[in-house]
Every structure is written in C-alpha cells, then in structure tokens.
C-alpha cells in the first residue's frame, strides 16, 4: 500500500465549481465485484455500488474496464442521464470517470435549438479536448509516481542491506483491549542471519515469543512498548542469554515506526570482552593477575564502610619475601617471576572468597580481609597463608624456599584510613624483621606472634606476625 500525493487531480477537482451544478469527478475501483467510490460532489463520504447496478453502463463501470477510455451517453447509478468521460487510472486499478447531468448540457439547446446547435457541438468537442487534456497528466504522475516509489523501495533495501547491522520492522499486536501483547516481524535484512541463526525469510510474519522465547524474560518486549507508547528513542547493550543469538552481548537502537518499531541491532562481543580486558589490567598486576594498588585501595574503603556499619573489623596484612631481590638477580629475573606467581596463587587459596589478595610491587603482597568479628581468626588466616607461602616452589631444575614476613594492622583499632593502616601493618612487619635479626633463627614451621608497643602518636596496639625458616 502507498500513498502518493496526485496534484493533478486535486486541480481538477478544484474545478469542479466550473463545471455547472451537476460536474463530478468519480473515483472508483472494484474489490469482490462491489465498486468503491471516492466521495463525489453530491455524496461527501465513500460509499460503494451494490452487484445489481453493476450490470448497467454505469460511468465507474465504464472506467474500469479497460482500455483506453472513451466518452458516453449514459444513467449513473442516481438513474440520472448524463454525459461521461471515463478511463482506468494506469496501473493502480482505479478508473476515472468525468460526468455532467444532459438536463443541464441540454438546457440551453431546448430553449434556442436551431440557435444553439452549432455551440452544443462546439461545446462538446471543447469537453472532450478539456478532459483529454487533464487525463494526459493525471495518467502521467501516477506513471511516475509509481516508478519512484519502486526506486525509493530499491534504494531502501540496498540501504539496510549494504551495512553490518541487522536491521527488522516489527509491527505490533495487541488484545482485545487494544493492549499490545507481542511483535510480529515485517520484514528482517540479510544480516540477520549473521546474528541469529534465523535467515531472513524465517523472520517474516513470525513473532516475537515464537523465535526468542527468553525475550520476555529479558524484558526486550517491554521496552519496544515503551518505545510505542512514548515514541521515544531507544539504545542500550545488553548481555544475551539465548540459544538462538549467535553473540553473547549485543546493542540495539529501537525507533517507533506507525503502529510498530524498527530495530538496528549490532554484535557487539568482541567491543566488550576487549574492554573487559583493559579494565582487568588497568586494575590488576600484569605479572601474577593480582589486584594492583588501586583496585587494593578501592575495596580496602569498601570493607571499611562495611565494617562501619556492621560494626566489623577488618584486617590488612602486609607480606614480603625476604632477601628476594639478591636471590632474584643471582638466579635470573624469570625464575624470580616465576616464584613471585606461585606465590601469588598460594595466598589466592588460603583467604576466603570475600578477601582480597594484591601485590603492590616487587615481591610486596597485601591482604584485606573484610567482616572479621574476632581477630584471632584473621591471625590463623594470615598464618596458613605464611605456611603456604615457605612450601618448596619447584622452578624448572630448582627447588625453592622462600622467607615470608608479614604485619598486620587491623581497622578502627589501628586507624581509619587505609594509608595509615597500610603505614602501620608495614612498621610492624619491619618491627619484627629487625628483631628476628638480633635474636636467634626460629626452627622450620615456627611462627612467632606478638604484639610490639604504641607507635608514635598512636595509642592503640598493633598486631604483628613474623615467620622465618
């Protein structure tokens, strides 16, 4: 269906006043053998021609039924005698017929007939030549009409399919009470089937429920309704989880379109997972996969503003590897990265899923552990993660062993900012690392846990750990 503006009609139809009192311009065409007319001069609404009138030449009748058109003397379906130009409309199955009532052409002959008789045929002839005229181009725009909109209808496709996107018109269907329900395809390009494993002829006519049943789920029909009901815009990425969706994230953009919408729809996997990629090492140590400092920081304040409310604890470890840096330059800096990994997986396996395990350069690992109600559990966490650490770490034809050395500080007992919390844990491991030299070496597998006096300026007890083989 198209709708096409037809300039030369509507002149001729403004003309119609011209045309004495009875002048009419019928449009009509035939559908299951009744004549549809246009609103005529004398009837302002469309109405239609019953099957019985049909036989009758009536002017409609007349105009399409093929041809080229011609003129005639006949009854219109008024019963009325008049005088009719006629003729089908192109190729659009519509005929146009021209008519005046004889009562009025023939007024002026019965009053001076002898008189008048030359001007009637003049009169005539002049009709036919005025009607020839406006039927040329009347039959003309409606050629050309017709011709652009096959080209607009070409370049349109081209269009949609020339692109990368996948682009479907879906109209709308509702209930009884004219709520919309679901979404029927019109129409899907050929890049559909890049995205889905649907091609583009399985699309038309189907709907929405029928072909992504998790749609609903998901709540994509919702928000075509939105879009229909407020006529606003649409555009988000989303994550799929349907079978029938070739991506695994996609973004669409919806536009309402009559009594339905338009989608352009856009895998958009490999966007994602390549920014999913640059946020992981913008926050993680590119060596052991680790946090770094500023994801460490980050979920050291959330864990406090926890602890806050929940009126819990948190602990922050600080653990190095002593004499590391000699041993790495002896042994090479690959087995040094090697050993820094291992251990780096060894304190992932000893902390609880809520921890959090960092490395903040060279061989300087920190732990957060959040939500602890009683201290002595956070020293038993921080003493298997020592024992795990000083198991032999095989590394090609070497095998291994490690001096672990770790402080603790514990929030809001030792401070309510991370930087002095972390200030803290890492004067209490040094605390102990100098103590340890004065004194004798511990036996293998001994820890030593202590507490140490106040810091300068700071009242409150530090916890310290020390492990040495």
Not at 16 to 33: E, L, Q
Not at 54 to 67: E, F, M, T
Not at 351 to 359: K, Q
Request: glycine share 8%; with cysteine; charged share 25%.
């Amino acid at each position: 269906m198209s709708e096409q503006p037809l300039s030369v009609l509507d002149h001729v139809y403004d003309n119609m006043a011209k045309w004495g009192k009875t002048g009419t311009m019928v449009v009509c065409a035939k559908v299951n053998n009744v004549l549809h007319v246009f609103p005529v001069r004398n009837q302002p609404v469309p109405f239609t021609i019953p099957k019985r009138l049909q036989s009758k030449r009536l002017p409609a009748i007349l105009a399409l039924r093929g041809g080229s058109g011609g003129i005639a003397i006949t009854r219109d379906n008024w019963g009325r005698k008049v005088l009719a130009a006629y003729g089908p409309i192109g190729y659009t199955g519509l005929g146009l017929a021209l008519k005046m009532n004889l009562s009025e052409i023939y007024a002026p002959i019965r009053q001076q007939m002898a008189i008048m008789l030359p001007l009637v045929a003049g009169l005539a002839l002049l009709g036919l030549l005025v009607m020839h005229q406006y039927l040329k181009p009347v039959l003309q725009a409606l050629v050309y009409s017709r011709k652009m909109a096959q080209e607009n209808e070409a370049r349109f496709i081209a269009a949609v399919n020339g692109g990368l996107d996948a682009f479907f018109i879906l109209e709308s269907v509702r209930n009884s009470d004219g709520s919309v329900r679901d979404f029927r395809f019109t129409f899907a390009n050929a890049n559909a089937q890049n995205l889905t494993r649907y091609s583009a002829e399985e699309f038309k006519g189907k709907l929405i429920s029928e072909l992504f049943p998790s749609s609903y789920a998901q709540g994509f029909v919702e928000h075509y309704k939105s879009v229909l009901e407020t006529g606003q815009t649409l555009s988000e990425e989303f994550e799929v989880h349907d079978s029938a969706v070739k991506g695994q994230w996609i973004s669409h953009r919806i536009v309402k379109l009559g009594d339905g919408v338009a989608v352009t729809t856009r895998d958009i996997t490999d966007k994602k997972l390549t920014e999913r990629e640059i946020q992981h090492r913008a926050l993680h140590d590119p060596l052991t996969g680790l946090a770094n400092r500023a994801l460490l920081e980050d979920r050291a304040k959330a864990a406090m503003a926890r602890a806050r409310r929940q009126k819990d604890k948190v602990v922050i470890a600080l653990l190095d590897l002593d004499h590391f840096k000699p041993n790495n330059d002896q042994l090479g800096h690959h087995i040094g990265d090697k050993v820094l990994q291992v251990v780096a997986r060894r304190l992932e396996t000893t902390v609880r899923d809520s921890d959090t395990v960092a490395r903040i350069g060279g061989d300087e690992f920190v732990l957060i552990l959040p939500e602890v109600k009683d201290t002595q559990a956070a020293g038993i966490i921080a003493q298997r993660a020592v024992e795990t650490v000083v198991a032999p770490i095989y590394v090609n034809e070497h095998s291994l062993q490690v001096t672990p050395s770790i402080g603790t500080s514990i929030y809001p007992d030792d401070g309510t900012d991370f930087a002095l919390l972390l200030q803290n844990a890492d004067q209490a491991m040094y605390r102990f690392k100098e103590a340890t030299r004065k004194s004798c070496k511990l036996h293998r597998g001994e820890l030593l846990i202590s507490q140490v006096g106040t810091t300068a300026g700071h009242s409150e007890t530090i916890r310290t750990m020390f492990y040495e083989i």
